[in-house]
Every structure is written in C-alpha cells, then in structure tokens.
C-alpha cells in the first residue's frame, strides 16, 4: 500500500521541461560525436566536389602559367581575329593597381586577404546549401586558378603579365578569361540556384 501511494503521488508530479541548462550541462564527447558524424556526413557528400574543384583550379592556374611560358614567346607577334576584336600576342607588364601607389608587398598582402575572404565565402554558401554539382565547382575552379595565377605572376615579375592585346579592351592574358568567367558563371548559378534550395528547405 506505502507503495501504491507514493507512485500516485508521484505521477502527478510536473516534469521539468528541459533547459538549455540541462542542455550544455551535457559531456563534451555527446557534442564531439554529433559534430564528428555531421561534418563525416557532409565529407562524403562532397568529396567528389572537391575533387572537381580543385582539378579545375590546377588546370586555370596550370594553362594559364604554361601559356605565358612556353606557347605566347613562341608565338609572338602573331594575330588572329575573335568577332569583333582582333588579338594580337604580345608580352606586356601591367600592375592594375599603380594608381594606389602602394609597395608591391603591401598590394599581395591585401589580394591575399581579398581572396581568402571570399574564398570563405563561397565555401560557407556552398556547404550551407549543400550545392555539390559540376558547374558550381567547374566555375568556383576557374575563378581561384585565375586570381591565384595572377598572384604567382605579381611574385615572380613584380606585376601582371598580359599576352594578348587588343584595341579596344588593352592587355589581358588568360587568368583574367578565367576571373571574369568564373565570377560570372557563378553569380548565374547561385541566383538560379539559391531560390530553389531555399524552397525546398522549408
């Protein structure tokens, strides 16, 4: 009977509602084993994207590179046409950040930093939205290979080295095709792309 009645009486007894006291007063292995499976689960998702990317920045960094050392002294002074401009190769030196006057060392540091920054950018909107495809690393590869490939020119020359030059647009070489395209190409896919996943998010 003593029994019967203190389970009664404890049955009408009010649950504590669970805290965010009783929360974070959990060990830290419960927090490393979630964090652990969650970012395991999310490197298998991804590792084949990685993979793409970064075969595509080694290509844009690599081609690019290989055409300024090798093919464009080669090729010098010869001239083809591109509706509607007509190219020319020819080996210019160009800093596009002269007017700043600033010290060479001082203008690397800050690119440094510039991609850096939106290198995590991009890394944080990719894995927020789980975007794992060809194209989103096809251009995110190319845009770090042209902005990484102009860094290595400004170590090893002290500014840009440009092999085409045109009329009307200047000197560019083909690190620059590689930024603009990039840039482009992704500003398309995440404006495309976001709405989506965030619609099928909910």
Request: net charge positive; with cysteine; aromatic share 22%.
């Amino acid at each position: 009977m003593p029994y019967l009645v203190e389970f009664l009486s404890s049955s009408h007894k009010r649950t504590p509602k669970l805290s965010s006291h009783r929360l974070l007063g959990r060990p830290r292995r419960f927090y490393f084993t979630i964090t652990f499976f969650v970012w395991r689960r999310w490197a298998l998702l991804s590792f084949m994207g990685f993979i793409r990317f970064f075969l595509f920045f080694l290509l844009s960094l690599g081609i690019d590179q290989l055409f300024k050392l090798v093919l464009a002294p080669l090729f010098l002074g010869w001239s083809f046409f591109i509706f509607p401009f007509s190219i020319v190769l020819q080996e210019t030196f160009h800093e596009p950040f002269d007017f700043f006057r600033l010290p060479l060392l001082v203008i690397l540091v800050v690119l440094i930093l510039f991609i850096c920054i939106i290198e995590y950018i991009l890394f944080r909107v990719f894995s927020k939205y789980n975007i794992s495809s060809f194209w989103s690393h096809f251009f995110w590869g190319i845009l770090s290979g042209g902005m990484i490939s102009n860094v290595v020119d400004r170590l090893m020359y002290g500014s840009v080295k440009n092999i085409f030059t045109t009329f009307l647009i200047g000197s560019f070489n083909l690190a620059d095709i590689f930024i603009i395209g990039g840039a482009f190409g992704l500003f398309l896919f995440l404006w495309k792309k976001l709405p989506y996943t965030n619609r099928s998010s909910k």
